[in-house]
């Protein structure tokens, strides 16, 4: 059974003292690829040093991750430009969006970044990964100049609602990601992702973060994506094996690896 973790921060501290032992278990869980997003300039070596060292397994992305927009966000943008050009291992523009959940102060700035970060990804024929909390009505103000345009990309960590999911799935090229918040005993998604059809997802860890029930308040990692997995096909009524395939076709195919 394959699974791909189509979101997952590998590259940070928490897994300074344990890699290699967490790819192992991904591999041995049956993931097959790894993608990660960046979060802003200070996360550029790290990401590349991984991928480096798993080449074929973990893959980068490159952006500006909506919680460190502040005022020197434009010399940042500048980076993510730079490393566009200059490194054509990139497979998203990632992690993107806004998050105006601690903090409004630079929400402009980030519906700047957000729109110039979309642009980009238009220019390189790159999907975007979106990064979406309490903004869900100004990311689409921001997004909705580009709907009849090729864009296209993940609703990183959906935990919207039915409606919310109809108008994030109006963009036809975008699929929603799920992770271990699906698990949880308080959460909605389970009565919103029982219609949505399976070729419109992904799944995804965000490891460290957000580690799945029977892993609740651990440090997530890759190999919980198989938590996630068995919770999502207990929701379709389908057979892991199948919802295992059809959304790592989903993924591979969204950030051209599907061979």
């Given at each position: ?37 960046n979060i802003d ?135 929603l990601g799920i ?81």
């Amino acid at each position: 059974m394959r699974l791909v973790d189509s979101h997952s921060h590998l590259f940070l501290e928490e897994f300074d003292e344990d890699l290699p032992q967490v790819v192992e278990r991904a591999r041995q869980a049956g993931v097959s690829h790894i993608f990660m997003p960046n979060i802003d300039s200070t996360t550029i070596a790290p990401l590349l040093r991984v991928c480096e060292e798993y080449p074929g397994y973990c893959f980068p992305m490159i952006g500006l991750h909506p919680t460190s927009v502040n005022d020197n966000y434009e010399a940042e943008l500048s980076v993510v430009k730079q490393q566009l050009l200059s490194n054509e291992h990139y497979v998203a523009v990632g992690e993107i969006g806004m998050d105006l959940y601690w903090d409004k102060t630079y929400e402009k700035q980030q519906r700047k970044a957000l729109d110039v970060q979309l642009s980009l990804a238009l220019e390189h024929d790159l999907p975007v990964v979106i990064h979406c909390r309490e903004a869900f009505e100004e990311i689409f103000q921001v997004l909705e100049p580009y709907k009849n345009t090729h864009l296209r990309g993940i609703w990183h960590c959906f935990t919207g609602t039915k409606e919310e999911a109809r108008r994030a799935l109006a963009f036809s090229n975008f699929l929603l990601g799920i992770n271990g918040v699906v698990t949880f005993k308080k959460s909605a998604l389970p009565e919103v992702l029982r219609d949505i059809p399976l070729d419109r997802m992904v799944l995804e860890t965000d490891a460290p973060y957000l580690a799945p029930v029977p892993h609740r308040g651990q440090r997530n990692e890759t190999a919980f994506v198989k938590d996630t997995l068995l919770k999502l096909a207990d929701i379709l009524g389908e057979l892991p094996e199948y919802v295992a395939e059809t959304t790592s076709a989903n993924a591979l195919k969204m950030f051209g690896r599907e061979s």
